[in-house]
């Protein structure tokens, strides 16, 4: 149980990597100039302060970034472009729940989507075990 949670966890911190990878690639790619300001401004930012947005502060979902590099990495090569699957995987982690019963093996990740009229649809299943 343990490998898997641990699995999880490594999955969870790569599609994390991975936003703040698109979020870096799209912040240089409309401030090519001014590459040395964005670390800078980091790590002086506080609580409750306001900064103007931009690829890295924006509120944009993992579909809307992958959607903006995808458009930009095609106009060079397809082959460097994301699948949008990637996000169903993210959104399954994150707002799905995750039960083992006796905290054995095998464990279900289930995620449900909005509710409607009182009621609500499930819109992931998955096994999670050790293949």
Not at 27 to 40: F, I
Not at 74 to 83: A, E, N
Not at 111 to 131: S, Y
Request: net charge neutral; hydrophobic share 45%; charged share 25%.
């Amino acid at each position: 149980m343990k490998n898997i949670l641990l699995a999880i966890g490594k999955i969870i911190v790569n599609l994390h990597s991975l936003e703040f990878a698109l979020r870096s690639f799209l912040w240089n790619h409309q401030n090519s100039t001014d590459l040395k300001n964005r670390h800078n401004t980091i790590l002086q930012l506080k609580v409750g302060q306001e900064v103007p947005a931009d690829a890295f502060s924006n509120y944009d979902t993992l579909n809307e970034l992958i959607k903006k590099f995808n458009e930009i990495v095609r106009q060079v090569d397809s082959k460097f472009s994301l699948d949008q699957s990637i996000v169903d995987l993210r959104d399954a982690l994150a707002h799905g729940r995750i039960w083992a019963e006796d905290r054995q093996l095998p464990m279900q990740l289930v995620k449900f989507a909005k509710e409607n009229k009182g009621m609500v649809k499930v819109t992931h299943v998955e096994l999670i075990n050790d293949e």
